[in-house]
């Protein structure tokens, strides 16, 4: 436990979340220790009522992650097998963001690159400082960033997805923000009161109907557009029928603020 708190910070204020990856002496690499950490955390997220909007970011302001820790304990050494299935836990926090029930957004200061850029990309938003860096190095130390291509591939296009995996070349916050990578490039000193703004916008909703969004956008992404219409006409009867729904027309009729029961 000590190295987990040690690796990844968990605190709650006023219904957001916060995830800090602390080891910024290590550009916030993706050590086991982290990876356990950031997992133990997402599950802690879920399971608390309290939190309705989570941020993901990197201490310091050096890097946000610079993806997996490629000096760390083992990397090498371990056997194929036992490195095979270590890979696991990098998609199974993928898996555990996409069904969190609650939005991520990803909190972005300086180097964002390889497994740290498919971890950001992971997330529901993206809020990056303006002198922040976007890339996949990878090809260059002859990997290929494999796993984060599923993330990758649902946020850009395939020629200039396919520019940045082949060249490992490194973009800009505004260029990132150019193509859709993320939401929005802010001076580094407008960074926390730009997140702080959105999360707290965003966990001002009913929690229950912002999930039923949430979890039906992810499934309905991959389905086929008869499938999704069908699946997405359930899912509004669904919202229609929550206590929230009928809070928030009531309050738009009587022209108030809704109070939100949460179901």
């Keep these: 436990m000590a190295n987990e708190a040690a690796a990844v910070l968990y605190e709650v204020a006023g219904h957001v979340g916060r995830l800090t990856i602390n080891r910024p002496e290590a550009r916030n690499a993706l050590s086991p220790e982290v990876m356990d950490g950031l997992l133990a955390g997402l599950d802690r997220a879920a399971a608390d009522p309290e939190v309705r909007v989570l941020v993901l970011t990197g201490a310091g302001d050096k890097a946000f992650c610079a993806g997996g820790d490629l000096g760390g304990r083992g990397f090498l050494q371990k056997g194929f097998a036992e490195r095979h299935h270590e890979r696991r836990g990098f998609a199974d926090l993928f898996r555990r963001i996409n069904r969190l029930g609650k939005p991520v957004i990803a909190r972005v200061r300086g180097h964002c690159l390889a497994g740290g850029f498919g971890l950001a990309l992971g997330c529901d938003l993206v809020v990056a400082s303006d002198d922040s860096s976007f890339g996949t190095p990878e090809v260059r130390r002859g990997l290929m960033p494999m796993m984060i291509m599923a993330t990758i591939f649902r946020n850009v296009g395939r020629k200039k997805g396919m520019e940045l995996l082949l060249t490992g070349e490194r973009i800009s916050a505004a ?40 979890d039906a956008f992810y499934a309905m992404s991959d389905m086929g557009f008869d499938q999704a219409l069908e699946y997405l006409q359930a899912m509004l009867t669904v919202n229609l029928g929550t206590d929230d729904a009928a809070e928030g027309v009531r309050a738009f009729l009587e022209k108030r603020d809704p109070v939100w029961k949460g179901r």
Excluded: K, Q, T
Aim: aromatic share 0%; proline share 5%.
């Design 175 to 214: 260029e990132a923000e150019r193509l859709g990578l993320i939401n929005c490039a802010v001076p580094a000193a407008e960074l926390d009161a730009r997140v702080d703004e959105l999360a707290a916008r965003i966990a001002s909703m009913s929690p229950a109907v912002v999930r039923l969004g949430r």
